[in-house]
Antibody, heavy 123, light 108 residues
């Protein structure tokens, strides 16, 4: 059974870069899409972006200028970087597998989630 | 972006009640909709995808229906473990995957 685990610093200073890693266990990262989603305190879910195991990406336009998602198939990991963070980036960050459904357009839903990691932006 | 509006935002119900949550899309999305359940301090859990397909392992008291712009999640007989927040999500990633604002189901 595939499991995901987020890791990274819980505190980041304003204007710095937030960096998180998601480790995939119990299955291969190959053949799937992998996503990041965040949830500010007391609020709803926001999709950040996804990456295919081959390295192709798609980002939320609202965050695209500050976000980079990378994959390392040798380590069965993918990662998230958000640059120039502000307090508005304080949230629980989840990694998830984005399962493909449908064609024209292709649809994606998240069928396996990590437990989430809290990132606070504060000086 | 495709906007999703859930109603109600908050729902108070009793064990055994039939509960219906609505998700309306700002434009037609066919059957490109999923539903998730989230309990406090936990990650969301996939319940339904493709508007009406039950994810493996999810109890049959959960069902989804709808297409185009209006969708519903129904819990046929509310159980104590069903008290949670529910989110809909549209599956088209261009320009962005989006979620509804959530519906919190609490004990009456």
């Amino acid at each position: 059974q595939v499991q995901l685990q987020e890791s990274g610093p819980g505190l980041v200073k304003p204007s710095e870069t937030l960096s998180l890693t998601c480790t995939v266990s119990g299955g291969s990262i190959s053949g799937y899409y992998w996503s990041w989603i965040r949830q500010p305190p007391g609020r709803g879910l926001e999709w950040i972006g996804y990456i295919y195991f081959s390295g192709s990406t798609n980002y939320n336009p609202s965050l695209k200028s500050r976000v980079t998602i990378l994959v390392d198939t040798s380590k069965n990991q993918f990662s998230l970087k958000v640059s120039s963070v502000t307090t508005a980036d304080t949230a629980v960050y989840y990694c998830a597998r984005a399962y493909v459904w449908g064609t024209l357009p292709t649809g994606y839903y998240m069928d396996v989630w990590g437990k989430g990691t809290t990132v606070t932006v504060s000086s | 972006d495709i906007q999703l509006t859930q109603s109600p935002s908050f729902l108070s119900a009793s064990v055994g009640d039939r509960v219906t949550i609505t998700c309306r899309a700002s434009q037609g999305i066919g059957s490109y909709l999923a539903w998730y359940q989230q309990k406090p301090g936990k990650a969301p859990k996939l319940l339904i995808y493709a508007a009406s397909t039950l994810q493996s392992g999810v109890p049959s008291r959960f069902s989804g229906s709808g297409s185009g712009t209006e969708f519903t999640l129904t819990i046929s007989s509310l159980q104590p473990e069903d008290f949670a927040t529910y989110y809909c999500q549209q599956l088209n990633s261009y320009p962005a995957l989006t979620f509804g604002g959530g519906t919190k189901v609490e004990i009456k």
